[in-house]
């Protein structure tokens, strides 16, 4: 029914072509559920870096002559062509990131979105200036944004297909060419997408892809011709690359870690708000930047959560995502497993109750998975490193506090704040956690808060380094800089 999704060797595309990696060292790439091949990923090279760059480079002054509303139609092309593909992007997915059916087409569906977002770019509500006339005698003034260049595109694995699109519709859309590097862990929605890229005729050079590693992200944030980096990733890395963005005078926005807390009111819909708990930590196998990986009980809550939640968590199907009924997948690699039963093992060892453990899951079809399942500690403190560290696996930690001040005050001592949810019946709880939760994307009554295309995403604190979100309005600002004429005609 699925087709298995092979390519022996990931070329990157420059300047309209397939190209081979100038580095021949490359890694192979296995499905996380099944262990079987999927191909073989180049590291990269600081010269495959250098020509996308040229190429993009080249492509620019003409792409940005091409009137907004006719690079705007190769989106609405790139549209068609993702709708019409829609089935297999879900497919490979699936294959090279675990998550399941289901969750790959959110993935996808977004990416769409995104594209969407971009094809109204031309419309004044994104992309227009403004004027104003007779700001002296016989003097207009008027402004117009422009675009800057060559941006950098630098993505994670858990969203193959959605976080590189989060970027690269604005960029070009806004006359822009760019190089995206993909996570050398799913590198193959990224081909598939660009193939379709490549069908839509775009002008060679408008987009370019790179695969590889940290050389050739190290590549992109030191190379004089990138005129800015849209990164996303793990903290430390988000830092390092806006650190060096700002050495090397590029705009930058890096989006980081996550360690995201819901708290939970005693008069919320009990029913809903465990599934969607559930929902939210489980999903993707906790490998998401907006899942709820540590809940606040507050008050009675905590006792209703601890005899809830383990009941919800042992309905979690774990297995492979083209499998029916599988509401859970693997993790995306042998040595990302490790890392969260070590984390585990530390929660045991630091004094949190494993009250679900995860650590020993099989999946009898499949032995050769990354498999972990549901696991959830009571009696998390803030001080264990559980409730400090991103985990980004299927772990949940309960916590405890007394009223929503002691609950804000958790939440607000943890350097990282992404998102956050309120689980309540009360409008006044509801209103107090939007307004003062240091979080960015915040959720009530909903565990994944992730905002639609038009809307600015990227959280705050230590999970987010820059200034312009990602999506719609803000990322058209980014890829853009204003100019101001003052005009006045003799
Ligand atoms: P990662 O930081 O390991 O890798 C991200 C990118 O940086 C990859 O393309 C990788 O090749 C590159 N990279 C890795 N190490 C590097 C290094 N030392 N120097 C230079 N480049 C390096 O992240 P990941 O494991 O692929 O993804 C998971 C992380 O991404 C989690 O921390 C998650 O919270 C975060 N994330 C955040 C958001 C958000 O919106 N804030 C969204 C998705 C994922």
């Not at 083209?322 to 997948?329: E, H, K, Q, S």
């Not at 890392?339 to 050769?368: H, M, N, S």
């Not at 009696?379 to 985990?391: C, K, Q």
């Not at 994944?448 to 990322?475: I, T, Y």
């Amino acid at each position: 029914m699925h087709e298995r999704y092979f390519v022996e060797r990931v070329p990157n595309y420059v300047g309209g072509r397939w190209t081979a990696s100038a580095n021949p060292e490359h890694v192979p790439v296995t499905n996380p559920a099944t262990g079987e091949p999927l191909g073989a990923v180049p590291m990269g090279a600081a010269s495959d870096v250098n020509d996308a760059v040229q190429a993009a480079r080249t492509a620019f002054p003409a792409w940005r002559d091409i009137p907004a509303q006719t690079r705007a139609r190769f989106l609405f092309d790139l549209r068609d062509r993702m709708e019409q593909n829609f089935a297999e992007l879900v497919s490979i997915c699936t294959q090279e990131h675990g998550k399941t059916l289901e969750e790959s087409r959110g993935d996808v569906r977004r990416a769409i979105d995104n594209v969407e977002a971009a094809c109204g770019m031309p419309a004044a509500m994104l992309a227009a200036g403004g004027a104003l006339e007779q700001i002296a005698g016989g003097v207009d003034c008027h402004s117009v944004r422009q675009p800057m260049g060559v941006f950098a595109v630098i993505a994670p694995y858990n969203f193959p297909s959605m976080v590189p699109f989060w970027f690269l519709p604005y960029a070009i859309a806004s006359g822009n060419t760019v190089v995206v590097k993909p996570s050398e862990q799913v590198p193959f929605s990224q081909h598939r997408l660009f193939q379709l890229l490549h069908e839509t005729r775009l002008p060679p050079g408008v987009v370019n892809l790179v695969n590889g590693a940290r050389e050739v992200v190290n590549g992109m944030v030191e190379h004089r011709d990138i005129a800015g980096v849209s990164f996303v990733g793990s903290s430390p890395v988000a830092s390092h690359v806006y650190e060096r963005c700002g050495a090397t005078g590029k705009r930058v926005q890096a989006l980081g870690g996550a360690k995201n807390f819901a708290a939970v009111m005693d008069d919320c819909d009990w029913e809903k708000t465990v599934a969607n708990l559930v929902d939210s930590a489980m999903g993707c196998a906790g490998q998401r930047c907006l899942a709820l990986s540590a809940v606040i009980g507050v008050g009675q809550a905590y006792g209703e959560l601890r005899r809830r939640l383990p009941e919800a968590l042992g309905k979690v199907n774990v297995g492979y995502g083209m499998d029916p009924g599988v509401t859970m997948g693997p993790v995306i690699s042998a040595r990302h497993r490790e890392r969260i039963l070590a984390a585990i093992d530390r929660g045991q060892r630091e004094g949190a109750t494993l009250l679900v453990d995860g650590r020993t899951r099989k999946v009898g079809a499949y032995p050769r998975g990354h498999w972990i399942g549901p696991t959830l500690f009571a009696g998390v403190l803030p001080e264990m490193t559980v409730a400090r560290e991103e985990i980004f696996g299927p772990v949940l930690c309960l916590m405890q506090a007394a009223d929503i001040d002691e609950a804000l005050r958790m939440v607000h001592a943890h350097p990282l704040a992404n998102a956050s949810s309120v689980y309540t019946s009360s409008g006044a709880h509801a209103r107090r956690w939007c307004r003062e939760v240091d979080a960015s994307m915040v959720g009530v009554n909903i565990g994944v808060a992730a905002p639609m295309a038009f809307f600015g995403f990227g959280g705050a604190k230590g999970s987010f380094f820059g200034d312009l979100k990602a999506h719609g309005r803000e990322q058209v600002q980014f890829y853009t800089q204003n100019k101001t004429s003052i005009v006045r005609w003799w």
